[in-house]
């Protein structure tokens, strides 16, 4: 499966921004769907991820109560609403599909657990 993910820019601190991720060669209700962000000179860091048909939704402590994750597999997308913005949100943004059999809080963290990335888009939070 391709990913393609969407809609980051250049947004000031508290404003909101909604990415999206647009899967093609495969239907994204066989993976667990991932947010993942790396800021410069930092290591790729987890953001969230939900399960196959949603009921499950992981969120890293940063995030949580500020983004939402949110898929919709009749339209092979994954979206990532992020309120609140904060300047260390700022970085680029991947979305990535795993194949793993079941969900934990530690599994979904995990970047080695996700089988496919897309290419990033940046997200810019000025003051």
């Known amino acids: 499966v391709q990913l393609q993910a969407s809609g980051g820019g250049l947004v000031k601190a508290g404003e909101t921004l909604r990415l999206s991720c647009a899967a093609s060669?495969?239907?994204?209700?066989?993976?667990?769907m991932g947010w993942f962000r790396q800021a410069p000179g930092k290591e790729r860091e987890f953001v969230s991820a939900?399960?196959?048909?949603?009921?499950?939704?992981y969120y890293a402590d940063s995030v949580k109560d500020r983004f939402i994750i949110s898929r919709d597999n009749a339209k092979n997308t994954v979206s990532l609403l992020m309120n609140s913005l904060k300047h260390e949100d700022a970085a680029v943004y991947y979305c990535?599909?795993?194949?793993?059999?079941?969900?934990?809080?530690?599994?979904?963290?995990?970047?080695?657990?996700?089988?496919?990335w897309g290419q990033g888009t940046l997200v810019t939070v000025s003051s």
């Open positions: 939900i399960s196959w048909n949603g009921p499950s939704t």
């Open positions: 990535a599909a795993s194949t793993m059999t079941y969900t934990d809080y530690v599994r979904v963290a995990l970047g080695p657990e996700y089988d496919y």
């Open positions: 060669g495969g239907s994204i209700a066989d993976y667990v």
